[in-house]
Nanobody, 119 residues
């Protein structure tokens, strides 16, 4: 199993910043790609940003230029630096990890952390 623990969510004003962290704990799995997703009330979950094990990022158009995803493979930790936050960024942000056990790939999800941005 891979256990994911997110932290860093909270309530901020528009224009402020937050930094999310996701720590992946495992004894048996090889952590590959990692990603942040978010889900706002009444909307479908959407990809915010992803990062390969090599550190190559990709972003949703709505967050490009404002959010930065990074990871530390030595700590199995992923970060999301969120700047110039907007009310429309309000959502539950969840960590997703693709991990291998041998040749078999699995997806794991964290519990999520609430981000609320007020205008």
């Amino acid at each position: 199993q891979v256990q994911l623990v997110e932290s860093g969510g909270g309530s901020v004003q528009a224009g402020e910043s937050l930094r999310l962290s996701c720590v992946a704990s495992t004894d048996d799995f090889y952590i590959d790609a990692m990603a942040w997703y978010r889900q706002a009330p009444g909307l479908q979950r959407e990809l915010v940003a992803g990062i390969t094990r090599a550190g190559n990022p990709n972003y949703a158009d709505s967050v490009k230029g404002r959010f930065t995803i990074s990871r530390d493979n030595t700590k199995n930790t992923m970060y999301l630096q969120m700047n110039i936050l907007k009310p429309e960024d309000t959502a539950v942000y969840s960590c997703n990890v693709r991990a291998f056990w041998g040749d078999v790939v699995y997806d794991f999800w964290g519990q999520g952390t609430q981000v609320t941005v007020s205008s």
